[in-house]
């Protein structure tokens, strides 16, 4: 079931993040990032248990980006992060957002919902009020993808 997350998740939220984040193939999450955070996020859960997770967070006026989706390991395959991914865009929606990006090391899995590679360079408000903060900046190695709704 994918619903809005919780500040009961918040724990759940980080260790899915950072187990990524060890292997090199996302951002680590603080707890007191994600507490700040919390209404941005979705989460895949069964019971009590939090299999996936994927965040919408505000930019601009016209601009959000999804960060920190996450899918276990053991649930991967099963459309959670699909389905995460499109929570996000129905939110997007529903706030009247024009442009949706991401920073990703899996740009094909975003283009398969219509997001296209851009440059960096098209994001300078994002680079200069978070990436500058990054351990990563400036060799982050990431792409940037964006999709126009």
């Not at 187990?19 to 999450?29: E, G, S, T």
């Not at 299999?51 to 959000?64: F, K, P």
């Not at 529903?94 to 991401?102: C, G, S, V, Y």
């Amino acid at each position: 079931m994918i619903r809005k997350a919780n500040v009961n998740d918040v724990k759940k939220i980080q260790k899915l993040v950072n187990y990524y984040a060890r292997r090199d193939k996302m951002l680590p999450r603080s707890l007191n990032e994600l507490y700040e955070n919390i209404r941005n996020f979705f989460v895949y859960s069964e019971g009590k248990k939090v299999y996936g997770c994927c965040a919408l967070s505000i930019d601009w006026e016209d601009l959000a980006e999804i960060k920190s989706l996450a899918v276990a390991p053991n649930k991967t395959g099963h459309d959670i992060g699909s389905n995460l991914i499109k929570s996000c865009l129905k939110d997007a929606k529903t706030l009247r957002i024009k442009k949706i990006f991401a920073l990703t090391y899996i740009p094909g899995f975003f283009e398969r919902f219509g997001f296209r590679k851009i440059s960096k360079r098209k994001l300078p408000h994002k680079i200069w009020s978070e990436c500058i903060k990054c351990v990563y900046f400036p060799n982050c190695k990431e792409i940037a993808v964006m999709k126009e709704i």
